[in-house]
């Protein structure tokens, strides 16, 4: 038997998502490498950009009522 699933899933993607955007930006986007390289900079923000849309989603799948696999 598998256990329902929970907020508690829920909360750890997006913890993680936040964590990932924040090191994302730190090591990526707020370097010098990023600063140099324009092309670098764009598709950083892209890969941000995406992990930030990915964080919205997951935001939106809390829920009050218990979930079932």
């Known amino acids: 038997m598998t256990d ?9 993607a997006l913890h993680t ?5 924040d090191t994302f930006s730190n090591h990526v ?3 010098r490498c ?5 092309d670098v900079m764009e598709a950083a923000q892209k890969a ?3 992990i930030f849309d990915l964080y ?5 799948k809390f ?5 079932c696999p």
């Open 48 to 50: 941000h950009q995406a």
């Open 29 to 31: 986007i707020e370097t």
């Open 63 to 67: 829920s009050d009522e218990p979930r």
């Open 4 to 12: 329902p699933y929970n907020d508690g899933y829920t909360h750890e």
């Open 17 to 21: 998502a936040h964590v990932l955007m």
């Open 34 to 38: 990023a600063d140099e390289f324009p």
């Open 56 to 60: 919205q989603l997951i935001g939106t």
